[in-house]
Structures are given as structure tokens and as C-alpha cells.
């Protein structure tokens, strides 16, 4: 174990992370990587934006063109669109924690509206779920445990949670989650822990006008959605997202939490309670868009930008804090290895 690596680890409880890092990489170093930029923001809402029309033109094109045979083409389509859903969802992440925008109200005004409310998400009450997952990584108090208990699994086992997630039950079960949550008879959380609220006992109409309330946002969104393709002449391109949302979107959300905390230690040290993964192209598109696997460093340094986290990956590896990262299918073979 490097001399960087131990000083890190024997300061675990003596000091904060940011603490840490500075004594190891100075302090402007660690203040320059906290620095945020609105436009690399808005580049990346609007590039993910980009990607999810392409997709979304490429598979309404190649069925209506090709037929059946347009299949080869849209089903690896609609898995890339579930990967750009699951961006706009790291997006939502990365305006959690207020580092997507330097500008605090376009941070959430953006955030809330072209990131979380798409896909069914509250910045608000992810935030307040979310830091509670920082707040205790590894403990029996983390509230994100539910999305990695019992792994190492078998193989089999495995394969049964991906068919659940492509064949649209874990989607449909999702969609269903979100709304009782919304109507508030279930505590908010994004794991599918079941906690029953004492609102859970009102009558239908009160239910139904919380969950008008507390929906608003993703019903807004969508409506517009909606009437803009329809009038556009091309309703099946919201089906399509459809699609994407209920088939392809929980498969990459699943491997991608897979990677970066199953298997791992149940410690309060974040060099043995998460995980940073390699991630090649096909990684990147699926699983891990705007930089989601460099976990460890985000779990470290919670407030630099998502596009900060490559370099300080770097200086990690420079420095010998972090060994070299697995790749999706090292972890995944790791998740499945139980007999």
C-alpha cells in the first residue's frame, strides 16, 4: 500500500474527506476542482437532450422503414435511449448537489423541470433522500442499502433481475412506487422500500389531489411532451420514450448501482464502501453517463462538478490513493459469483 494511500486511511475518522484530499493535493488544487461552469451545465442537459431525439427518431425511422427487420436497429437504440435517461437522471444527481450550474436558481429551475420531472424524480426530495445516503455510505443507516442487499448473488439470480428489469415489471412496479409516493402513502425514497404514511389511510380524493400536487412537474412535463409530438405528426415518438422508460432505463439504473456500491464493505471508509468503475465506450452510453463511475472521487469530494471527476481520478491514481479500477463486467461477475 502506497504512503499516500495509508495517510488517507489512518485520517478516516480524524478528519473530513475534503480535509484529507487537501493535505494530499494542496488546497488550490482541491479549490479548483470545486469550480462549477454553466455552460459545461447546459452543454450536457442540451447534448442529452440531443441524444434522447436521435434515438428517439432513429427507432420511430428504422421500424416504419425496415418493419420487423428494423428491430436489429431499434432494440439496441431503445437500450442507448434507457442510457440517456439514466443521464438525465445523473444530471438530477449532479443538481442534488447543486453542482451543475454556477447559478443556484438555474441549478434547480433546470435540475427540477429537463432532468428530474421526465423521469418521474423530485429534486427536492431526492436531495433530502440523497444526503442522507452520503451522510452514512456503508452504515446500517444508509438509506440506498435496499438497491444492493444480497449481492454477491447467483447467476441465476441475476439474470432473473435483468429479465424483471427489460421485460417492463421492474418500470411498471417503479411508475406505480412513484405514485403512491407522490400521493403520500408510502415514504419518498428511490430504492422500493415500502414505509407506510398515517396519509395513507385518506380518502381517495385526497390521495388523488396529492398526487396531482406533488406530481405536477412530471405531469406538466409530459403533457407538453405529449402535444408537441402529436401536433408535430409523430405521436409514436412518446410511446417510444415509453418504451425506453419501461424496458431499457431500469436495466442501466440497476448495473449502474450494481457498480458502485454492491460488494463493497459495510464501513464508514470510502475507499472500501464504493466503488469507482472503468467504463469504455458501450459503458459510458449504458451505465455510466457524465462521469457517474468515478464514485469513489464523488463520494469524496461530493461538490466537484461531474466534469471535474476525471481529473481528479487522475490525481488519485497519481498519487496512489486509488488502485486502478475494475471494469462493468469485473463487478458484475464479482455481483454473481455467490454458488
Known sequence: MSDMRILFEEGLERRSARERLTAILGEKTVADLHER????????????????????????????????????????????????????AILAHEASHRTLFRNANLNDLVGDWLCAAPVYLDLEKYRRHH?????????EKDVDLPLIEGFPTSRSSMLRKFLRDISGQTGIKSLIGFAMMNAEMIKWNVTGVVEWLPSAKNKAPEKFRLWLINSRRTLLFHGLFAALVSLAGH??????????????????????????????????????NTRTTRAGLISRAL??????????????????????????HALLQQHRVLPPPPGYLDVLKLASAQK
Not at 461552469?37 to 428504422?62: H, M, N
Not at 405521436?235 to 420514450?241: G, S
Not at 451505465?287 to 481528479?312: C, D, G, K, R, T
Open 37 to 88: 461552469s454553466d455552460w459545461r451545465g447546459a452543454f450536457a442537459v442540451a447534448s442529452c437532450w440531443c441524444a434522447i431525439a436521435l434515438l428517439l427518431t432513429i427507432i420511430s425511422g428504422s421500424l416504419s422503414l425496415l418493419g420487423w427487420a428494423g428491430l436489429l436497429i431499434a432494440i439496441p437504440a431503445l437500450f442507448l435511449l434507457g442510457g440517456r435517461l439514466l443521464g438525465l
Open 131 to 139: 444526503a442522507q445516503h452520503h451522510v452514512h455510505t456503508g452504515t
Open 235 to 272: 405521436p409514436e415518438l412518446y410511446a417510444i420514450w415509453w418504451a425506453g422508460y419501461l424496458f431499457a432505463y431500469p436495466f442501466c439504473l440497476r448495473v449502474r448501482a450494481i457498480a458502485e456500491h454492491a460488494v463493497t464493505e459495510r464501513t464508514g471508509d470510502m475507499l472500501k
Open 287 to 312: 451505465f455510466a453517463p457524465f462521469n457517474v463511475n468515478y464514485h469513489i472521487e464523488h463520494h469524496a469530494l461530493v461538490s466537484v462538478p461531474f466534469w471535474q471527476l476525471p481529473a481528479l
